[in-house]
């Protein structure tokens, strides 16, 4: 697999960063290899979530009767 280094902006809430970085330590590897890794394990599992669109109100035209 070629690897595309492209930069992108991914901002995570403090806890997070603390967690990931905090890991990252333990297994001597940067904070985007572990991001990386956790992406590749828990896709399948993200893929079967439901899309936001799923969740969006029926058109209030259609209650009108």
Do not use: C, G, H
Request: hydrophobic fraction near 35%; glycine fraction near 0%; aromatic fraction near 10%.
């Amino acid at each position: 697999m070629a690897s595309d280094k492209r930069k992108q902006s991914l901002y995570f809430p403090v806890e997070y960063l603390d967690e990931i970085r905090a890991e990252s330590l333990r297994q001597d590897r940067s904070m985007s290899w572990v991001v990386q890794k956790a992406w590749e394990l828990a896709r399948e599992t993200i893929t079967q979530f439901p899309s936001a669109n799923d969740f969006l109100p029926d058109d209030p035209a259609d209650d009108e009767s």
